[in-house]
């Protein structure tokens, strides 16, 4: 089969279905990820084809309204108004794609969410696929960007239902309206991005790519919804850094991660020299990473060491601790590994993983970025270092790793298709 996997973000956003898409290749399928610029290298040195959109994320994320929808709901709506336009151009540029690559599937994140229409119009499978555990409804928590852990049951449900009421809302007449100019022939209702599409009526196969170890999957969910586990993608042996970074590692006990992904910070100065004065008072070593802005290049002392990033997968096992900002891709390997894990949320669903990380047993409470300080960062490190939390965050690592995570949702996508 020819599948082809759509998406659109930061990092965190892609790397999940490359891994994805490395396992279907494995399959003897070939896989076209189309998502945003500047990760050709990543997709094509899996073997599969890069099929992207003009959209560049990194530039988006350097926009205060961008920032400022990452810190509240009503951010969110102002920047979906202000960028519709730019949202419409990118369901255009994602159909022309698609309709040149005429894949048997398609296998999309829910920010391309047309796809949904997509395969309706190609008489093709659209299977909706969730990296955080928020677009299906259910009482057992409510929606991951709500602030807290529970509204009760009923709360709950209504609230995974009241956002999602709330995109489709906005996002909706964008696809009808493009839809009314490309694809005028095409008959019946929107097709909703939640629920995906079947040309044999069937219930869309919906995957969610997150470890029923940290979010076991509700008893309320339908058979169709798959628990599949992260869908990690390894580093090839040699790729493996080299030089500097190794000789610090070598040159005493392990020290500690600190990176913030792609959240840019207001102030990254700011936040360096707390994590600097955080480290020191704890005497650990540490690990920086600069990545997208969340911490300044800077002097460090001989028991740091500073760099613009590194595999996840390769470092965390080297490490003694892990401190970032929550996203759902570096929430799921520093647990894979078993690593005691500090959260410094920023926004979206990043309380979310801090508080599951909390309950767990493998972390401290969550400490908001804003509410950051060297006094607060220097006690969440301490913790790190209790026996307890060390047990616990090592019992959690070995569970996720007897997860299939990529190798069964591909399976599973298989096995929708063949059927």
Same mark, same amino acid.
């Given at each position: ?19 994805? *898409? ?14 945003? %610029? ?28 961008? %920032? ?118 095409? %008959? ?7 629920? *995906?599409?079947?040309?044999? *009526? ?83 070593? *540490? ?62 669903? %990043? ?69």
């Amino acid at each position: 089969m020819h599948i082809q996997l759509l998406t659109l973000g930061s990092r965190g956003d892609v790397q999940p279905y490359v891994a994805l *898409g490395a396992a279907l290749k494995a399959r003897g399928h070939t896989v076209t990820v189309t998502t945003g %610029q500047g990760f050709d290298d990543m997709i094509e040195e899996q073997g599969l084809v890069s099929a992207p959109i003009s959209a560049d994320v990194r530039r988006m994320l350097q926009d205060p309204l961008v %920032q400022d929808a990452l810190n509240s709901f009503s951010g969110k709506i102002k920047a979906y108004r202000a960028l519709k336009g730019d949202i419409g151009n990118q369901i255009d540029e994602a159909w022309r794609l698609v309709r040149d690559a005429r894949p048997d599937v398609l296998v999309y994140h829910q920010k391309m969410g047309a796809a949904a229409t997509f395969g309706a119009q190609l008489g093709i499978p659209a299977l909706p696929s969730y990296l955080i555990p928020g677009m299906v409804a259910t009482s057992a928590y409510p929606f991951p960007l709500l602030p807290v852990s529970s509204l009760g049951k009923t709360g709950n449900r209504l609230s995974h239902g009241l956002i999602r009421w709330t995109t489709n809302r906005f996002y909706l007449p964008l696809v009808t309206r493009w839809r009314r100019e490309r694809l005028p022939d095409l %008959q019946g209702p929107a097709f909703d991005p939640f629920e *995906g599409f079947d040309p044999a *009526g069937r219930p869309p196969l919906r995957l969610h790519a997150f470890s029923a170890h940290v979010v076991p999957k509700p008893a309320d969910w339908d058979d169709r919804d798959r628990v599949t586990g992260y869908w990690f993608q390894d580093a090839a042996s040699d790729r493996e850094p080299t030089g500097e970074l190794r000789d610090f590692l070598d040159a005493g006990p392990p020290p500690v991660y600190v990176g913030f992904g792609s959240m840019p910070a207001a102030d990254a100065g700011a936040m360096t020299r707390v994590v600097l004065e955080a480290l020191e008072r704890t005497g650990q070593r *540490g690990v920086l990473a600069t990545v997208w802005g969340g911490l300044e290049k800077t002097v460090v002392p001989d028991t740091v060491f500073m760099l613009e990033t590194a595999r996840h997968d390769w470092l965390f096992p080297r490490c003694s601790a892990v401190v970032h900002h929550g996203g759902a891709g570096t929430t799921h390997e520093g647990l894979r590994w078993g690593r005691p894990t500090v959260i410094c949320p920023f926004g979206v669903d %990043q309380p979310f993983w801090g508080r599951r990380v909390a309950a767990l047993g493998a972390g401290p409470d969550p400490l908001p970025r804003k509410s950051l300080t060297a006094d607060r960062l220097a006690a969440a490190l301490a913790a790190t270092r209790e026996h307890a939390l060390i047990t616990r965050a090592e019992d959690v690592g070995a569970a996720i790793r007897t997860e299939g995570g990529a190798a069964d949702a591909a399976k599973a996508i298989e096995r929708f298709a063949a059927a």
